[in-house]
């Protein structure tokens, strides 16, 4: 069974770039079996799909954040990375990884990372 | 991409059933067979409930059904339970090749 590990700061300061990454066990990040997906929870309010990668780095992004979204996978590690750029308040969240294995998305979650917005 | 609309909240007694809806677009719940179904506990990750309009994973207790008609999925939860009171999202795929997210509904067992 996969499982998914989100690590990252738990605090970045407004203007600059939020950085998470997704440790994946259970499974190859190169399988083929599966898109990685990046999603989102501000604290009260709903899920925002950011993106997914596949692992050849095909990569696909909501369009109200692929400006200042970069999505990248390493193979090597078993592991894929969210970058989120000129990051604001508005950008204070849970984080979570998952998978979509076809059409069953998303199947698989991390536990979920809060990252606090504030100077 | 817009939001997919849920009502904020739905609520029922035990032992009764609930339905929830999802309402969309052509371009993404009338367009395909993407449609996905969550459970949220507060606190807690989601937990896939339903995939591909009605299929439900291994492990999901067969009271949780999905059906869509049109640009409206559902959610159906028979034999209401105490556990079963928690936040449901919807999700589907696009005509763009991205996710859309419903708004969310909270779920209260009276």
């Known amino acids: 069974q996969v499982q998914l590990q989100e690590s990252g700061p738990g605090l970045v300061k407004p203007s600059q770039t939020l950085s998470l990454t997704c440790t994946v066990s259970g499974g190859s990040i190169s399988s083929g079996d599966y898109y990685w997906s990046w999603i989102r929870q501000p604290p009260g309010k709903g899920l925002e799909w950011i993106g997914y990668i596949y692992y050849s780095g095909s990569t696909y992004y909501n369009p109200s954040l692929k400006s200042r979204v970069t999505i990248s996978v390493d193979t090597s590690k078993n592991q894929f990375s969210l970058k989120l750029s000129s990051v604001t308040a508005a950008d204070t969240a849970v984080y979570y990884c998952?998978?979509?294995?076809?059409?069953?998305?998303?199947?698989?979650w991390g536990q979920g990372t809060l990252v606090t917005v504030s100077s | 991409q817009s939001a997919l609309t849920q009502p904020a909240s739905v609520s029922g007694s035990p032992g009764q059933s609930i339905t929830i809806s999802c309402t969309g677009t052509s371009s993404d719940v009338g367009g395909y067979n993407y449609v996905s179904w969550y459970q949220q506990h507060p606190g807690k990750a989601p937990k896939l409930m339903i995939y591909e309009v009605s299929n439900r994973p291994s492990g999901v207790p067969d009271r949780f059904s999905g059906s869509k008609s049109g640009n409206t999925a559902s959610l159906t939860i028979s034999g209401l339970q105490a556990e079963d009171e928690a936040d449901y999202y919807c999700?589907?795929?696009?005509?763009?090749?991205?996710?859309?997210f419903g708004t969310g509904t909270k779920v209260t067992v009276l």
């Open positions: 998952a998978s979509c294995s076809g059409g069953s998305c998303f199947d698989y």
């Open positions: 999700s589907s795929y696009t005509s763009s090749s991205l996710y859309v």
